[in-house]
């Protein structure tokens, strides 16, 4: 049974945030990140979608992780619910990248899913995010 949530109390997490959270990269963002995300998980707050479990599958094998490591995050990242999209959300993407340049398509795709449902979204992509700002309604959150 899906669980419906309010679009105003919903944060929208990218893609970098969770490799920082699954990779300890930097210990000082590991440690952010994971009370950020733990703080939203218990606040019934935290949403992905399945383009960044699809992101998350690609980044990870990049970084040269073992497949069950891999695996074991997707299949958990899966048990959060993450949200599809489909038409309404690549239109508003496309819209979104044709105002900006297709350089950044996907940040427009997270842009869309997230006007959707949340009213925030928490980066550290500050370069593309950046660009997006202007033109979205979204409180977003920059780590």
Not at 65 to 83: E, G, N, W, Y
Not at 103 to 116: G, M, S
Request: include cysteine; glycine fraction near 4%.
């Amino acid at each position: 049974m899906r669980i419906t949530r309010t679009v105003s109390n919903m944060n929208y997490i990218d893609t970098d945030v969770l490799i920082h959270s699954l990779v300890n990269q930097n210990p000082g963002l590991h440690l952010k990140v994971n009370d950020l995300i733990e703080k939203m998980i218990v606040d019934d707050t935290f949403l992905i979608s399945w383009l960044n479990i699809q992101e998350v599958g690609f980044v990870l094998a990049k970084l040269d992780q073992p497949a069950d490591f891999i695996s074991a995050k997707l299949m958990t990242l899966m048990s959060s619910l993450p949200v599809a999209y489909g038409s309404i959300e690549f239109t508003r993407a496309l819209e979104l990248a044709k105002t900006i340049g297709f350089k950044d398509f996907n940040d427009c795709i997270h842009t869309a899913i997230a006007e959707q449902h949340c009213s925030g979204l928490y980066t550290y992509n500050y370069k593309d995010f950046k660009r997006i700002q202007p033109y979205t309604s979204l409180n977003i959150h920059f780590l």
